[in-house]
C-alpha cells in the first residue's frame, strides 16, 4: 500500500495529533558524535518540538513576520544553539576552534523518539536534518533551499526561508531567546565571557546580534517512521511507513508489522 508525497504523508495527522495532546511536546534526538577518525559513538538528548517546517504553531505573541499560509510539510522541526554538540554532529563535522558556528546545511543521520503518554503510542523517526542559520537566504546556502523544497507542499513564491527563521526566533518567549545570549554551553566558568552573554537575559528584539548569530531551526526529514500504538494491551499495534523516491515525488509504503 503507497499513498503519494504530494498528499500529507498517511503518518502525519495522527502524529500531529498525539504531539498536540502532550503536556509538554519533548522528544528523545540522537545524533552521531565523532570521537577520532575511527571512533563514532551516539549522543541523544531531550530536546522540545517546535511544529512542522513551513506550518509552525500560531502564537499571538509574534511579532515577527509571517510567511503566507498555504505550505506545508511533514518535516518537523526543533531550535537549537549553534554552540551546542548537536549542531556540528549533525554537520557531520568536529568542532573547529576560533571559527564562526557552522550556518546552514545538510545534517546526516538522526533519530527522533516521541513517547505519547495519553496516546499511549511511540513514534520513532529516522532520517536525516537540515540546519538552517542567519545564512539561508544566501547564493552559498541555495542548495539547502532547493533540497527542502522538495519537501515542502504549496505554490508561488512568497515563501521565504529567512522569513521562517525569524517566524520561529519570534515564536519563542524573551527569556528563550535570551539563552542564545548565554555563554557557550559546556564551557567551563573560569572562562572569559564575551561581550553580551549572561544567564537569565531576556531578549525583545527579533533581531537581536549575538542571539541570532547562535540561534537555528532544526529540520528533520523523517524516511522511515515506526508507530507503536499500546492504547489496547490486548492488541497492540504497530506500522512501518517507509520513504519511497525523492521529496514529494516520492511516496510511502506502509506495512503493518508485529510489535
Not at 509571517?66 to 568536529?94: I, W, Y
Request: hydrophobic share 35%; proline share 8%.
Amino acid at each position: 500500500m503507497a499513498e503519494t508525497a504530494r498528499s500529507p504523508a498517511p503518518w502525519r495527522a495522527s502524529f500531529l495529533a498525539h504531539v498536540k495532546d502532550m503536556d509538554e511536546p519533548s522528544f528523545n534526538l540522537s545524533t552521531l558524535h565523532r570521537i577520532d577518525d575511527t571512533t563514532i559513538v551516539p549522543r541523544s538528548r531531550t530536546v522540545i518540538y517546535r511544529g512542522m517546517w513551513a506550518d509552525m504553531p500560531v502564537n499571538s505573541k509574534n511579532q515577527a513576520e509571517l510567511n503566507p499560509k498555504g505550505f506545508e510539510s511533514d518535516l518537523p522541526t526543533l531550535t537549537t544553539d549553534a554552540r551546542m554538540e548537536k549542531v556540528p554532529e549533525m554537520l557531520n563535522s568536529g568542532r573547529d576552534n576560533g571559527k564562526e558556528p557552522m550556518q546552514s546545511g545538510k545534517g546526516g543521520p538522526i533519530e527522533a523518539v516521541f513517547w505519547c503518554s495519553k496516546a499511549k503510542t511511540q513514534w520513532r523517526l529516522r532520517g536525516h536534518s537540515y540546519i538552517i542559520g542567519p545564512d539561508i537566504g544566501s547564493d552559498a546556502a541555495a542548495p539547502v533551499r532547493a533540497a527542502v523544497e522538495r519537501h515542502m507542499r504549496g505554490s508561488g513564491n512568497e515563501f521565504s526561508f529567512t522569513r521562517e527563521l525569524t517566524a520561529h526566533f519570534g515564536n519563542l518567549s524573551p527569556m528563550m531567546r535570551g539563552t542564545f545570549r548565554n555563554p557557550p554551553p559546556g564551557t567551563p566558568l573560569s572562562e572569559t565571557l564575551s561581550a553580551g552573554e549572561a544567564l537569565g537575559q531576556k531578549v525583545e528584539d527579533l533581531d537581536d546580534a549575538v542571539a541570532r548569530k547562535n540561534f537555528r531551526v532544526v529540520i528533520i526529514v523523517p524516511e522511515e517512521v515506526d508507530q507503536v500504538d499500546l492504547s489496547d494491551p490486548e492488541r497492540v499495534r504497530r506500522w512501518s511507513y517507509m520513504h519511497v523516491g525523492e521529496g514529494t515525488a516520492g511516496s510511502w509504503k506502509i506495512t503493518e508489522t508485529w510489535p
